[in-house]
C-alpha cells in the first residue's frame, strides 16, 4: 500500500531563503516578500513545486529570497522564460515578478504575449513608477512631469496604465494591491494562484530612495479611506469615511463617477455593483485614477478562459494517443530504395 | 510543330563522358519550378543516381510575372558517379518564360540545350524580361543549342478536357516539362503520379489535369522523336554503401536529428521559434512531429523564443531555438543568460547573406564570427557546422550531446543551401547510436546548484519539483562554491576560468582533424567548413588526379578546434581557406595557430563553384 504522509505544515519562515536580503530599508519590497512568504505557508504549496521567475530590476531580486525554485533572468524577458517553463511543466505553481520598467518598457512586448495568450502564470509587477535598480529615471509608468536624471526639467511621455494595459491584452484576471496592505495582498496572492491562466497583479510600491511617496496622495492613513476603493464581487462599490461614497454609471456622459449617497437624491440603489466577470466596467475601474477618483484595490476583473499550456498539453497528447513515435519508421516513409 | 533545334555546330550538351549531368530549371515564382525539380530529383534518385540539388529561389513570394527578380530556379546535378555539387554550369536549361532564360542562359555551358517555352515568348513578356529583341533572333543563344515547344498552348490543350480554369490548366505547365524532361533520361514517372493523386485526390479535376500533362510531355518526347542531343540518355546507377536510401533536406534531417538527439539524451524537447527564412522549415517539421515528445512554440520574436527554451531546459526538458542571422543577433544576451547558468539549449542557425536582412533566400556562411565571438563578456560556447543535408543529422545528435553533458549552450551552424537542398542519404538506424541519457540531480545530501562534474566541469542538473533541491539561479555571478550570487573579484576570475576550460575540455571529447582527401603534410591544404564541402571535395580530388600536391581538411568542429588541428595546419607549406563569407575562418584560424593562410572568399549567395576552387588551388601551386 502507498502511504501517503501527511506533508508538515510549513510556516511563513519555511519560504524564506537563507539570502541576505539586500533592498534598501525602508523599501516597500520586503512587504511584499513578507505577505508572500505568509500566503505560500496559508495556501499550503509545497516549496519544490512553486517557482518564481522574474526579469531584473530591484523588484526582481525577489526570486532569491524565497526557499523555492527561482529564476532570475534578463531584463523583459521573464514572460518567456516562464511561458518555456510553463509549457516544460505545467504542473509547476509559476509566479513572475516584475518592475515598471522591466514589464512595460522593455519586456512590453511580452508581457503582451504572455496575457494574451492566457498562460497560467501569476505576474506580479511591482509599479514604483520609477527605475529603482538603474538609480531613479523615469519609467513608462513615472508621471507627466515627473523629475529625475534622466529628466530634469520633468518628463514629458504619457504613462502607461498597467491595468489598463493588461485588460487591452485580454488578460482574464487583473487585481491591483498596495505593498503594505498585507492581508489584501495576501488574498490577491490566493485569487491569483487559484485563477486558472495568466493572473495579473499590479502592486503599488513604495520606491523609498527614488520616488518616496509619490503615492502618498490614496496611501497615507489619513487619505485612505476616502482615496480607496476596495472592490469586491457582488458588493456595491462604497467608499469614504462615512461610507456614504460610491461609484455609479452616468448614462449622459457613459463614465463612471463618484456619487455621495444622501446627496442631490442618491440612493445605495444608484451604486454599482461590482461584477469582476464584466469587462466593460472593468475597463472604466482600471482607468480610474487619483486624485479624480479613489485607486481601485482589489480584483478588478477575472473571467477564466482556457489556458495556453492546457492547450498545447491537449495537442501533444492528442498526437501521442496513437503510441510514441517511432525514428526509424518516420525516416522510412515516403520514397526509399534500397541498395545491396 | 515548332520544334527548332537549331544547328549551331557546337559541341553536344552533355559532358562527354556523360557521368553526370546538370539541369537547371527556370520559370516565374508562380510556374511550380521548386515541385518541377524536387519531383524530378525524386525521381531520379529512386532511378539509383547521385545527385545534388541547388533551390535557388526569389526573396519575393509572389513577384509581378515576367520580372527577372521574380525567376525561381531549381539545380539538379545527377550522375552515375557520386555527385558532390549541384554542379558548377548546367548542361541543359530549361527556360519557361524570358525573364528565366535572361537570368540564367549566360551561366549554361557552351554547346549547352535551352529548351524553351515559345507560348511565352511574346513581345511584352521579351521586352518585360529586358531583352531589347527577341533573343532567340539576334544570336544570343547562339552558342547553345535550342529546343523551342510551344510548352503553354501543350498544357492548355492537355487540360482543357478536364474543365479545369484557363489558369490552372497553364500552371500544369511544370508537369508537363517533368514528363519530357523524364523522357530524356529515361526516369520511371511513378513517384510523381502517386504525389499528385496524393495531393490533389484521385477524383479532382486538377489533379487530373496535372496528370495528363505529365504524360502529355513524356508522349511529347517518344512520338517527336527527339534526336541528337534530346534523344533520351540512360545513367547507370551509382555504386554507393549497401543500405537504404531517400531524399533528405538539410532541414529534414536537423529536425530529425534533434528528435535523435533528444532520445538518446532520454529527454522531452521543447523547439521555441519565431518564422524566419531559411530557418522555419525547421519549426514546420517539429510542428508535426509531436508523437515523439516534441513540444513546439511559435514566440512573439526571437528573443522570446530563446528565453522560452531556456525556460523549458530549466524545468528539465531539452530546449532548442531555431533561427538565421537577424534572429541570432536577437538571441544573444540570452544566450548569455544559459552560458552564466549553464543550462543546456541546442541553437541552430541556418545561415543566409547579409548584413540586416541581406539576402534571405541565399546561402552564405558570415555567421562563423556571431557563432564563435558575437555575446557580451567572455562567453564560450561549442559551436558545430553541418557540411551537407544529410551531415546535419549527425551534427544535430553531436549537438545535443554537447549541451547535455557540458550544461552549455552549443551552437549549430547550417546554411540556406543546405536547409533547402536534397541529397540521397542512406537512412541511419537508431540502434546504432548509443544513448547519453542525462542524470539528474536528485540527492539533497551535499548540494547546491554549480556542484560540478570535476572532469567534464559540467554542473549539476536540478530541476523543479524536485524535493529537497530548491534553488535559485540567475544572470548575477554566482559563488564557486555555493552557487548564491556573488560580486567578489577571485570568485569572478575563477568562474569565468572555470567557464573557459569547461568550453575548452570539449576539445578532448571530439575526433581529432582529419584530411578528406590527401595527405596530411604537403604543398597545400584546401580547408572548409560547412556546406563548401562538395565544391572543395571535387576540385581537390581533380587536381590531385592531375598530380598536384593539394589537400583537403573540412572542420565541423568550429568551436573548440580539434587539439590537432594546428600541428596539421603546419604541416603544409600553404594553407588555403575556401569559404562563404570575407574570411572568418581564415581570421579564426590565423588567429588560432598563427599560420599564414589565404582566403578563397566568396559571398554572391551562390555556392562557391568547383572550378573556383580548383582555379585557387592552381594559382597558389604556381606562385613561389
Ligand atoms: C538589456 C538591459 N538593459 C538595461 C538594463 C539596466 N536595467 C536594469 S533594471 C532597469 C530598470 C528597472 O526598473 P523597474 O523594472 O521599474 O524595476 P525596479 O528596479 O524599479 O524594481 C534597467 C534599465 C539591463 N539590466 N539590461
Ligand atoms: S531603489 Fe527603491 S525600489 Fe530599489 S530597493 Fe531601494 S527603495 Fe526599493
Ligand atoms: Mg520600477
Redesign the pocket.
Known amino acids: 500500500m502507498n502511504v501517503q504522509l501527511p506533508a508538515e505544515k510549513l510556516t511563513p519562515k519555511d519560504f524564506a531563503s537563507d539570502q541576505e536580503v539586500r533592498w534598501c530599508p525602508g523599501c516597500g ?1 520586503y512587504a511584499i516578500l513578507k505577505a508572500m512568504h505568509k500566503s505560500l505557508a496559508d495556501m499550503g504549496v509545497r516549496p519544490e513545486n512553486t517557482v518564481f521567475v522574474s ?6 531580486r525577489f526570486p532569491y529570497y524565497m526557499a523555492t525554485y527561482g529564476f532570475h533572468t ?3 524577458r521573464a514572460p518567456a522564460i516562464a511561458t518555456g517553463l510553463k509549457l516544460a511543466r505545467p504542473e509547476l505553481d509559476i509566479w513572475m515578478v ?6 512595460l ?2 519586456g512590453g512586448n511580452h508581457l503582451f504575449h504572455v496575457l494574451r495568450r492566457n498562460v497560467d502564470i501569476n505576474i506580479l509587477l ?3 513608477e ?5 538609480k531613479g ?1 523615469a ?1 513608462p509608468t513615472s508621471r507627466i512631469g515627473q523629475r529625475s536624471p534622466s529628466t530634469p526639467m520633468g518628463s514629458v511621455d504619457s504613462p502607461a496604465e498597467a491595468c489598463v494595459f493588461a485588460l487591452g491584452c485580454n488578460a482574464r484576471f487583473i487585481a491591483r494591491g498596495i505593498d503594505v496592505q498585507a492581508k489584501e495582498l495576501g488574498e490577491l496572492f490566493s485569487r491569483a494562484r487559484a485563477h486558472k491562466g495568466a493572473s495579473f497583479i499590479e502592486i503599488i ?1 513604495n ?1 523609498i530612495v527614488y520616488n518616496d511617496a509619490t503615492f502618498a496622495s490614496f496611501t497615507e492613513k489619513a487619505v485612505a479611506a476616502e482615496m480607496q476603493l476596495h472592490v469586491k464581487h457582488g458588493e456595491r462599490m462604497i467608499f469614504g469615511k462615512e461610507r456614504n461614497k460610491g461609484i455609479r454609471f452616468n448614462a449622459q456622459t457613459f463614465a463612471l463617477e463618484v456619487a455621495v449617497m444622501g446627496e442631490n437624491g442618491v440612493t445605495e440603489a444608484d451604486i454599482l455593483v461590482h461584477d469582476e466577470k464584466n469587462r466593460v466596467v472593468a475597463g472604466l475601474l482600471a482607468a480610474m485614477r487619483p486624485p479624480q477618483f479613489p485607486e481601485v484595490l482589489g480584483v478588478i476583473y477575472c473571467d477564466p478562459a482556457p489556458s495556453y499550456e492546457a492547450a498545447v498539453a491537449a495537442q501533444d497528447a492528442a498526437a501521442r494517443a496513437k503510441g510514441p513515435g517511432d525514428l526509424d519508421k518516420l525516416m522510412r516513409a515516403g520514397n526509399t530504395w534500397d541498395v545491396a | 510543330m515548332n520544334l527548332q533545334a537549331h544547328d549551331t555546330g557546337v559541341a553536344t550538351p552533355h559532358t562527354s563522358d556523360l557521368d553526370s549531368i546538370v539541369v537547371r530549371f527556370a520559370g516565374d515564382s508562380g510556374d511550380g519550378v521548386q515541385l518541377l525539380g524536387s519531383q524530378f530529383s525524386q525521381e531520379t534518385a529512386l532511378a539509383g543516381n547521385s545527385l545534388a540539388t541547388f533551390p535557388d529561389f526569389p526573396a519575393e513570394i509572389r513577384a509581378p510575372t515576367g520580372t527577372t527578380y521574380g525567376v525561381s530556379a531549381f539545380q539538379i546535378n545527377f550522375g552515375s558517379r557520386l555527385i558532390k555539387t549541384a554542379g558548377d554550369q548546367p548542361d541543359v536549361l530549361v527556360a519557361l518564360n524570358p525573364a528565366a532564360l535572361m537570368v540564367n542562359y549566360k551561366g549554361l555551358r557552351k554547346g549547352g540545350l535551352v529548351i524553351l517555352d515559345a507560348g511565352a515568348f511574346k513581345d511584352k513578356d521579351i521586352k518585360r524580361a529586358g531583352f531589347a529583341v527577341d533573343p532567340r533572333l539576334d544570336g544570343t543563344l547562339k552558342e547553345f543549342r535550342v529546343m523551342e515547344i510551344d510548352i503553354s498552348t501543350q498544357a492548355l490543350e492537355v487540360a482543357k478536357p478536364f474543365g479545369v480554369s484557363q489558369k490552372e490548366a497553364l500552371r500544369t505547365k511544370n508537369l508537363w516539362v517533368l514528363g519530357l524532361v523524364s523522357w530524356m533520361y529515361d526516369r520511371e514517372l511513378k513517384s510523381t503520379m502517386e504525389y499528385v493523386s496524393r495531393k490533389f485526390g484521385a477524383e479532382d479535376p486538377i489533379g487530373k489535369a496535372n496528370l495528363a500533362a505529365l504524360n502529355a510531355g513524356h508522349a511529347y518526347g517518344e512520338t517527336h522523336e527527339l534526336s541528337g542531343d534530346v534523344a533520351p540518355v540512360s545513367m547507370p546507377s551509382v555504386k554507393v554503401e549497401a543500405g537504404t536510401y531517400r531524399l533528405v533536406s538539410g532541414a529534414e534531417s536537423l529536425a530529425w536529428g534533434l528528435v535523435a538527439g533528444a532520445q538518446l539524451a532520454g529527454l522531452e524537447m521543447v523547439l521555441a521559434s519565431y518564422p524566419i527564412t531559411p530557418s522555419s522549415p525547421i519549426l514546420h517539421i517539429l510542428a508535426r512531429l509531436k508523437q515523439f515528445g516534441v513540444t513546439t512554440f511559435q514566440a512573439e520574436d526571437e528573443i522570446a523564443a530563446c528565453c522560452a527554451a531556456i525556460g523549458a531546459s530549466y524545468g528539465g526538458k531539452l530546449g532548442v531555438t531555431a533561427s538565421s542571422g537577424p534572429g541570432i543577433a536577437l538571441k544573444t ?1 540570452a544566450i548569455g543568460l544559459a552560458i552564466g547558468t549553464e543550462l543546456p539549449l541546442v541553437v541552430v542557425n541556418t545561415q543566409r547573406g547579409g548584413p540586416s536582412t541581406g539576402l534571405p533566400t541565399k546561402t552564405e556562411q558570415s555567421d562563423l564570427f556571431l557563432a564563435v565571438f558575437g555575446r557580451n563578456a567572455d562567453a564560450p560556447m561549442p559551436v558545430i557546422a553541418s557540411r551537407a543535408p544529410g551531415d546535419c543529422f549527425d551534427v544535430a545528435i553531436e549537438a545535443v550531446r554537447l549541451a547535455t553533458k557540458y550544461m552549455t549552450p552549443v551552437m549549430l551552424l547550417s546554411d540556406g543551401y543546405i536547409a533547402n537542398a536534397a541529397e540521397p542519404w542512406r537512412i541511419p538506424s537508431m540502434a546504432n547510436y548509443a544513448p547519453f541519457n542525462v542524470q539528474f540531480r536528485t540527492d539533497p545530501e551535499g548540494f547546491h546548484p554549480f556542484l560540478r562534474d570535476p572532469k567534464t566541469l559540467a554542473r549539476v542538473w536540478a530541476k523543479p519539483g524536485t524535493p529537497g533541491l530548491m534553488h535559485r539561479i540567475g544572470g548575477i555571478e554566482r559563488d564557486y562554491n555555493s552557487g548564491n550570487i556573488s560580486y567578489d573579484a577571485a570568485n569572478h576570475q575563477k568562474m569565468t576560468d572555470t567557464r573557459a576550460a569547461k568550453i575548452n575540455n570539449i576539445a578532448d571529447d571530439i575526433p581529432e582533424q582529419t584530411v578528406e582527401v590527401g595527405e596530411t603534410q604537403g604543398k597545400l591544404a584546401v580547408v572548409g567548413w560547412g556546406s563548401t564541402f562538395g565544391p572543395i571535395n571535387r576540385a581537390v580530388f581533380n587536381m590531385r588526379a592531375k598530380g598536384l600536391d593539394v589537400s583537403h581538411i573540412h572542420i565541423r568542429h568550429i568551436w573548440p578546434l580539434p587539439r590537432n588541428l594546428g600541428t596539421l595546419l603546419k604541416s603544409y607549406e600553404k594553407v588555403l581557406v575556401a569559404e562563404m563569407n570575407n574570411g572568418q575562418m581564415l581570421q579564426l584560424l590565423r588567429g588560432q595557430y598563427l599560420v599564414d593562410a589565404k582566403g578563397l572568399l566568396k559571398v554572391s549567395g551562390q555556392p562557391i563553384k568547383i572550378a573556383e576552387v580548383e582555379d585557387a588551388i592552381r594559382s597558389q601551386l604556381a606562385s613561389a
Open positions: 519590497d526579469g531584473i530590476g530591484c523588484s526582481s534578463i531584463h523583459g516584475t518592475g515598471d520598467g522591466d514589464a518598457s522593455i511591482f509599479n514604483n520609477i527605475y529603482g535598480l538603474t529615471q519609467s510600491q520606491c | 544576451e
